[in-house]
T-cell receptor, first 114, second 115 residues
């Protein structure tokens, strides 16, 4: 694939539901990042993977948020018991090696919690 | 802590006008990196430029130019002879120190170029 893809593009959940957001990074990219972008704001860092290892999860807002990348490629961001404040665009990015390599972003998943 | 401030929320110009986007940053790291990203209506962030803290040379790429001034902690971005396709949200971002993979973004500046 040419770029980072994310699915679904849009997700509506009722408060209390669990959701799973998928990210397919660029093939061969070692590093993968998740960001949360609230309306009218810049993206906020959530978590970072190098291959299958989650090296930094300091940005995850609560223990309801969980991310995994079991085989070092596709990643899933799971949000349990969604709350209205979880409504945002969730962006995934990948980079070849990490550190200060250019991060390539996907189109995002817009999550709306009712 | 790292912080990026983009004081301009929205800028509206007529095509062919120049537009300058301001970015001021705060960091305690001696080595850091500054970025600009463009977010068109489709939503994907598009990388425009990366500068490291030791390279204060200004850069020009086509109609885009960047002015990095360490003395004022600023990394401003100018679009010359703007076009309608330049309409987007532009984000300045910063990373550095031991977590130099972690981008800290400003709130963004929405640029609207009218025909």
């Amino acid at each position: 694939g040419a770029g980072v893809s994310q699915s679904p593009r849009y997700k509506v959940a009722k408060r209390g539901q669990d959701v799973a957001l998928r990210c397919d990074p660029i093939s061969g990219h070692v590093s993968l990042f998740w960001y949360q972008q609230a309306l009218g704001q810049g993206p906020e860092f959530l978590t970072y993977f190098q291959n299958e290892a989650q090296l930094d999860k300091s940005g995850l807002p609560s223990d309801r948020f969980f991310a995994e990348r079991p085989e070092g490629s596709v990643s899933t961001l799971k949000i349990q018991r969604t709350q209205q404040e979880d409504s945002a665009v969730y962006l995934c990015a990948s980079s070849l090696l990490g550190l200060v390599d250019e991060q390539f972003f996907g189109p995002g998943t817009r999550l709306t919690v009712l | 802590a790292q912080k990026v401030t983009q004081a301009q929320t929205e800028i509206s110009v007529v095509e062919k006008e120049d537009v300058t986007l301001d970015c001021v940053y705060e960091t305690r790291d001696t080595t850091y990196y500054l970025f600009w990203y463009k977010q068109p209506p489709s939503g994907e962030l598009v990388f425009l430029i990366r500068r490291n803290s030791f390279d204060e040379q200004n850069e020009i790429s086509g109609r885009y130019s960047w002015n990095f001034q360490k003395s004022t902690s600023s990394f401003n971005f100018t679009i010359t002879a703007s076009q309608v396709v330049d309409s987007a949200v532009y984000f300045c971002a910063l990373s550095g120190g031991s977590n130099d993979y972690k981008l800290s973004f400003g709130a963004g500046t929405t640029v609207t170029v009218r025909a």
